[in-house]
């Protein structure tokens, strides 16, 4: 059974950074793409980043390119978000999930929150 | 970047209705389109990949089509199971966008 799960979820200050990780099981991790997605209160999905399975392309959405950095370690089975200059608006539950393109597995979700 | 527009935005329906999603891209995405269900509290879940492929164990009531700019998600006949908010995305070209959803209610 397929299984990803996040965490490093908290409360942080405006400005700060903070590091969310996915542990991924039940599939050969080193052959997907990988994703984050993240989901503001009441809000729709928002996708933000792309990694390949080997980590030789990454993509990001404009609202977090130049302040957030994904990453792998295939070697622990890993996705890792390192989320910088963090604002009020990157409130909201993180989600990985497996797949290039079509996303077929995801986490149960890590919620941040970034306010004062 | 790809915009993509879902409607309705709400839409309430009878148990045994048949039930169409719309969802339209900016440009052609060249059937590059999935459909995710997300219950309340939950995680979203895969439907349909690629326009009109069924993601392995979802009922065959439910059903996707469409190219170009246009796409479709029917439920032959909705279930009580199947409220839910429903999400198109789009992975023709990155950054890959979601439309901003269609919350299904029950009449």
């Known amino acids: 059974e397929v299984q990803l799960v996040e965490s490093g979820e908290g409360l942080v200050q405006p400005g700060s950074s903070m590091k969310l990780s996915c542990v991924a099981s039940?599939?050969?991790?080193?052959?997907?793409?990988m994703n984050w997605i993240r989901q503001a209160p009441k809000k729709g999905l928002e996708w933000i980043a792309l990694?390949?399975?080997?980590?030789?392309?990454?993509y990001y959405a404009d609202s977090v390119k130049g302040r957030f950095t994904i990453s792998r370690d295939n070697s622990k089975n890993t996705l890792y978000l390192e989320m910088n200059s963090l604002r009020s608006e990157d409130t909201a539950m993180y989600y990985c999930?497996?797949?290039?393109?079509?996303?077929?597995?995801w986490g149960q979700g890590a919620s941040v929150t970034v306010s004062s | 970047d790809i915009q993509m527009t879902q409607s309705p935005s709400v839409l309430s329906a009878s148990v045994g209705d048949r039930v169409t999603l719309n969802c339209k891209a900016s440009?052609?995405?060249?059937?590059?389109l999935n459909w995710y269900q997300q219950k309340l509290g939950e995680a979203p879940k895969l439907l349909i990949y690629?326009?009109?492929n069924l993601q392995t164990g979802i009922p065959s009531r439910f059903s996707g089509s469409g190219s170009g700019t246009d796409y479709t998600l029917t439920i032959s006949s909705l279930q009580p199971e199947d409220v839910a908010t429903y999400f198109c995305?789009?992975?023709?070209?990155?950054?890959?966008?979601f439309g901003g959803g269609t919350k299904l209610e029950l009449k």
């Open positions: 039940g599939f050969t991790f080193s052959n997907y793409g």
């Open positions: 995305f789009q992975h023709n070209s990155w950054p890959g966008t």
């Open positions: 690629n326009t009109n």
């Open positions: 990694i390949y399975y080997d980590s030789s392309s990454k």
């Open positions: 440009q052609n995405i060249n059937k590059y």
């Open positions: 999930a497996k797949g290039y393109g079509v996303m077929d597995a």
